[in-house]
């Protein structure tokens, strides 16, 4: 019985450890106030490595109420798949929105559907939005984790990027 406890601590221990670094909106929640000016540290071009490959992530600077960014997975010196999106102001808060596309551009995501994660929270070098965060390191260096969802099964991943 203690042990059959101590198994039951270590799980739960260790599905809360793996998404540490991300918050989900509460339901009924509301996002803080926010502005472009709060997350521009972002800008600029990011090169990492995930899933097996080399990630690219280039964010503009904040202009128009938006900044833009493109991402690309290249692995064994092919494209694997795309995203496109920003992060846009609205009213007086803040919305990360993204798109999906194929190596051959082909949307994932219904024509006029993104995938939306609204503002939790801004710290002095982190920025939580509904399963994602974006983690300042230093000026050369950002940290972004995402939670992926599939099959049923939740994951945190880190994407660890340096300033290039």
Known sequence: MK?????IALVLFS??????????FPKNGTSPKA???????IEGRWLGEAFGGITEEIWSPPLGDSMMFSFKLVSDGKVVFYELGGIRQVDDSLIFQLKHFGNDFKGWEEKDETVDAKLVKIEDSKVYFDKFTFEKISDSEINIYVVIEENGETEEVKFNYKKQ
Request: a positive charge.
């Open 15 to 24: 599905s809360c450890y793996a998404q540490k670094n991300t918050l989900k």
């Open 35 to 41: 502005t472009l000016n709060e997350v521009s540290w």
């Open 3 to 7: 042990n059959l406890a101590l198994i």
